[in-house]
């Protein structure tokens, strides 16, 4: 889980947070920069194609790898092929054909998500998901400071003028994440299929789309009742805060004047300690107090973190600054996120694990992705501080709804569910 929680976590920031430095460095406009993290919504509707991957053999590669592994593979292939195609184009000539390998790369990488989210729920009981979840987050975050920082310190070291534009150093760094995914390839062929779960037979291709659309859908809404409607909102919008704001990160750095060394330096070092030591503790915290506390911690923490960015806005070009709100940041979402995993995790019923899956983690993008779309005319419009702030303010949603969900006591409903499935 450790490697292929690497694996899944590497094209994120590759056509979001990182490739919006290269295209501020290219000199193109925060608008457009802003506009172009829509390409993150394929992740929003990766629902839309997750009950293929929960029933659809590939051909060949089903038949020797299994269903999960297959679908792995494949997805790899295609962020592989994306990033090749990213490291052969100059955004600030070519701009389209960037944002065309980079949809490549999303189509991938969700459909990676999907097979993988499957593949941890069905290798492990629920009483091991908390723990799964904490390593699979560790060598997600882990991946984020490699294809952030990383490409930043790689590309910094090939570039031939100091402070210039250097396109291929960007396609250096890129031609070397296309070969860290790998690491996710020989993780997977290396790995056991999880025991395949028995679905039931169908007879003809109406029964078969009621059992891959319909289903699983449906079991969830009659599972939690009208509880569904909370839990359903709550996953809309609790990484809201989070999702917003790094959008802006990069060009932030690159406005303040911070080079690709110190940002790269700063996340290495600060980054993956304090990422580590976040998913550590949210991982323990979880399983030690129970998953909606430590729902509620993460959230008001991923707000706080955001004031401080707010704070580093006035200070100008400060080093040590950087360095402590970086460090802030990193252990807030280590233990959000650890937390959230397993909320998620939690919550789907094994038959439908893929498509059930990918609903909530698809819902937990569309909404901040669209918003974040707008990121880039609002800090035009009002400012990198006025902007940190909102995004620490459109948090505060978040904490009424686990509230709520508490006091319905949403989470003794699902334990009693829970094992009421089991005992069937």
């Known amino acids: 889980m450790l490697f292929l929680g690497f694996s899944a976590g590497l094209p994120l920031l590759l056509i979001l947070g990182t490739l919006s430095f290269w295209l501020r460095e290219a000199g193109i406009d925060r608008s457009t920069i802003g506009y172009l993290t829509w390409v993150g919504l394929i992740y929003a509707f990766k629902w839309v194609w997750a009950p293929l991957v929960d029933r659809l053999p590939i051909p060949i590669l089903t038949r020797v790898l299994g269903r999960r592994r297959s679908w792995l593979l494949f997805a790899q292939a295609l962020i592989v092929i994306g990033l090749l195609g990213m490291a052969s184009v100059d955004p600030k000539v070519a701009l389209n054909q960037i944002v065309w390998c980079a949809l490549l790369v999303a189509f991938g990488s969700a459909t990676q998500d999907i097979a993988l989210d499957a593949f941890r729920i069905e290798s492990a009981d629920s009483d091991r998901q908390a723990a799964l979840s904490a390593t699979y987050q560790t060598g997600y975050r882990l991946a984020l400071i490699w294809s952030g920082a990383g490409v930043l310190w790689l590309a910094a070291r090939v570039e031939t003028g100091s402070g210039s534009y250097d396109v291929d150093a960007w396609h250096f760094a890129y031609l070397c994440m296309a070969v860290s995914i790998g690491i996710g390839v020989i993780t997977t062929l290396l790995s056991q299929e999880p025991v ?9 291709a109406k029964e ?43 060009p932030f750095y690159v406005d303040m004047g911070y080079t690709k060394d110190e940002v790269a330096a700063v996340s290495k070092v600060f980054g993956v300690i304090m990422t580590l030591v976040g998913a550590f503790v949210g991982g323990v915290l979880t399983m030690r107090f129970g998953v909606m506390r430590i729902l509620f911690l993460g959230a008001i923490l991923s707000a706080l973190s955001n004031v401080l960015f707010a704070w ?49 983690s698809s819902m937990m993008l569309l909404l901040p992705k669209w918003l974040a779309g707008f990121s880039g005319a609002f800090v035009d419009a009002f400012g990198y501080q006025v902007f940190f702030y909102g995004t620490a303010i459109i948090g505060a949603p978040v904490l009424v709804l686990i509230w709520l969900a508490i006091r319905l006591h949403i989470v003794e409903f699902k334990k009693h569910d829970t094992q009421v499935s089991h005992q069937q």
């Open 196 to 204: 395949k779960v028995q679905l039931a037979k169908v007879r003809n």
């Open 208 to 250: 078969w789309l009621h059992q891959t659309l319909v289903e699983p859908f449906a079991e969830f809404i009659c599972r939690y009742g009208w509880h569904a409607v909370i839990i359903l909102a709550l996953i809309a919008i609790y990484r809201i805060s989070d999702v917003v704001m790094g959008i802006m990160a990069n």
């Open 312 to 360: 580093l806005a006035t200070q100008g070009h400060d080093l040590h600054g950087l360095i402590w709100v970086i460090s802030a940041d990193n252990l807030s979402s280590g233990i959000a996120s650890a937390a959230f995993i397993a909320f998620l995790s939690s919550l789907t019923n094994i038959r439908y694990s893929a498509t059930q899956y990918a609903l909530f």
